[in-house]
């Protein structure tokens, strides 16, 4: 197993370990900046989140995705798996499962199962496809679980579309319909002209006959009343080393790409990271893209501790979400800077926050002045003042966090950071208005 994923998932179990992680960064913080009932105040807030729980979670627990994927024979599903993988994974297949209409596979490499799968090869090719079958095939999908369903249509066909979304349609129906559904247009290289392969060569006639084809298979999808969650047209053209020796024996070593003509890979793999349970975004990334899982875990931190503040913040007591407040953002400085690899002593945090223009500091000492005078107006009317507060507090955590990505995980200067500080509070600014 790659030793930067082993460092990495050892990480994650850490800080999704929530009561010991949250109390040990919490036992960093002074004394004298909060109390012993501001600390069990803070723990509740924290252990009480939601979002931030099943976070957790998923750092502590990941999995591996569960697809359900449908397409005829030669659609390309086994292309399109190690494209988003960048290997050439092994099919394994499982115990029979029910119904002949389906296999379930895993996909594996050097002992890490990146996928489990559903590839209904039976579904809108068999004439002996009938209800009973259908709805064997649904109660092994509902046993299954999956995250998404990925329908899959070659670019370069058109004959039987009409019959696979309406089997598609009968089938999400049978299995509760809240699935995401991934259409995905594969084979966009063999359009014409197929002699281009290399994606930033695709001419403009090219480019266009991909979004024709596209907008098509979105058109038959809206012609049935099926709802894809997405549409999407990808290039899984790879050429392999040593292909046809790994193919003959299954105790080759991985080979190497020799040509990548991947294209629309990196918006699937954007998208199914977006959408999945949290546990199997997890495993997707650290699998996939392990450098950029971590920016991706943090982000999803920024947006829960942003939230916290925005809660401290309502407190009606002047001045009381001051220290709060600060250790909020200390606590979301470390973790960052742990996801990297580096450990932060609470005063290390506090000192680069306030050297930032964090709480206390100039940059934002306007803002805390003026989120502490709207809480003057809750003496004479009380909660007048607190929506203000909580913008201007859940801001200005946003910011920070995004600054302490910018640094720990992107290398950005320290004397650069003041500017990523205010592109991200314009960011947020403009979040609140369309909101």
């Known amino acids: 197993m790659n030793p930067k994923f082993e460092e990495m998932q050892n990480r994650l179990r850490h800080i999704g370990n929530l009561n010991n992680y949250i109390e040990q960064l919490i036992d960093k913080v002074p004394g004298n900046l909060i109390s012993d009932k501001q600390r069990r105040k ?20 990941p999995r591996p995705p569960r697809f359900v994927l449908v397409g005829r024979t030669g659609v390309g599903k086994s292309s399109l798996i190690n494209a988003m993988s960048g290997k050439y994974l092994a099919e394994v297949s499982d115990v029979e499962i029910g119904t002949k209409e389906a296999r379930r ?32 095939l649904a109660g092994v999908i509902r046993e299954f679980r999956p995250d998404a369903l990925l329908f899959l249509q070659k670019a370069t066909e058109r004959a039987h579309i009409d019959k696979d979304v309406l089997v598609t349609k009968q089938l999400m129906e049978k ?8 259409a995905i247009l594969t084979h966009i290289d063999e359009l014409n002209p197929s002699r281009v392969k290399e994606p930033d060569r695709y001419p403009e006639d090219k480019l266009e006959l991909i979004r ?37 024996n299954d105790d080759q070593d991985n080979p190497e790409i020799a040509f990548d003509g991947r294209k629309g890979i990196e918006e699937l793999l954007d998208f199914l990271e977006d959408n999945l349970d949290v546990r199997a975004a997890i495993h997707l ?52 800077a742990y996801l990297s690899g580096r450990e932060l002593e609470f005063k290390t945090a506090r000192d680069l926050l306030v050297s930032l223009g964090g709480i206390g500091a100039t940059g934002f000492t306007l803002r805390m002045v003026a989120q502490q005078g709207t809480k003057f107006a809750n003496l004479i009317f009380p909660g007048a003042g607190s929506a203000l507060s909580a913008t201007i507090a859940s801001g200005g955590t946003y910011a920070i966090g995004k600054a302490a990505v910018a640094y720990y995980l992107r290398g950005v200067p320290e004397n650069q950071l ?5 592109e991200a509070q314009k960011e947020f600014d403009a979040e609140q208005k369309t909101s």
């Open 285 to 336: 990334g650290l699998t996939l893209r392990l450098n950029r899982v971590a920016t991706r875990i943090a982000e999803r931190f920024i947006r829960i501790f942003s939230a916290l503040s925005a809660t401290v913040a309502l407190s009606p007591i002047i001045a009381s979400d001051i220290a709060m407040l600060l250790t909020l953002q200390s606590m979301l400085m470390m973790i960052i």
């Open 418 to 422: 003041k500017q990523v500080i205010k």
């Open 212 to 248: 024709e084809k596209t907008g098509q298979l979105e058109r038959i999808f809206s012609e049935h009343g099926l709802n894809a969650t997405a549409v999407l047209p990808v290039s899984s053209y790879v050429e392999w080393h040593r292909e046809s020796e790994v193919a003959a």
């Open 175 to 182: 299995t509760g319909g809240n699935l995401p559904l991934v």
């Open 105 to 136: 596979f895993t996909y594996e490499s050097d002992g890490q199962v990146y996928f489990e799968v559903i590839d209904t090869r039976g579904i809108g090719e068999s004439e002996t496809f009938d209800t009973k079958a259908e709805d064997e």
């Open 42 to 61: 803070l723990v509740d807030a924290i252990t009480d989140d939601d979002d931030l729980n099943a976070l957790l979670e998923g750092l502590k627990n």
